[in-house]
């Protein structure tokens, strides 16, 4: 059985230039979580359905959310309100972000996104803190 440490995941941010677009890792991620991909289930039940059970069929995809925690940095390029995560969600960019996990194979998911919620935390005896919620736009690449 193989298993694999999440430490060392990355989420990176797309620069959205072509032909060759540049990643950009954002800073000082401590919790990823997401996507969480799901499908809708069309009722396609009809009068002769076998023995009156409910039948389906497959319908839309959604690729669902991803959230993660950051130990928040208000200058950090990534993180900044001119060039960072809170300019995308002002813009309301659909950004190009890759998800990279640590394993042997480098899996790796690319998606784009939109930042639909920054929530930075400050409490008193702990450390400067957001939580970022990408919500994905489209077919994801899963490789």
């Known amino acids: 059985m193989t298993t694999n ?3 060392g995941t990355l989420l990176q941010q797309g620069d959205g230039a072509t032909p ?3 990643f950009t890792t ?26 009156g059970w409910r039948e389906f069929i497959g319908g839309l995809m959604d690729g669902g959310e991803i959230t993660i925690d950051i130990l928040y940095d208000p200058v950090a390029g990534t993180h900044d309100a001119s060039t960072g995560l809170i300019k995308d969600m002002e813009d309301r960019t659909v950004r190009n972000f890759q998800l990279v996990f640590p394993d042997a194979g480098t899996t790796t998911w690319t998606i784009s996104a939109l930042v639909t919620g920054f929530e930075p935390s ?3 005896d702990g450390s400067l803190t957001a939580s970022v919620t ?3 736009s489209g077919q994801p690449t899963l490789a």
């Open 5 to 7: 440490a999440a430490y």
């Open 20 to 22: 060759t677009e540049a």
């Open 26 to 51: 954002i800073a000082q991620v401590s919790n990823i979580s997401g996507p969480g991909l799901s499908m809708d289930a069309l009722d396609v039940t009809h009068h002769s359905s076998t023995a």
């Open 122 to 124: 400050a409490p008193i």
């Open 134 to 136: 990408l919500k994905l």
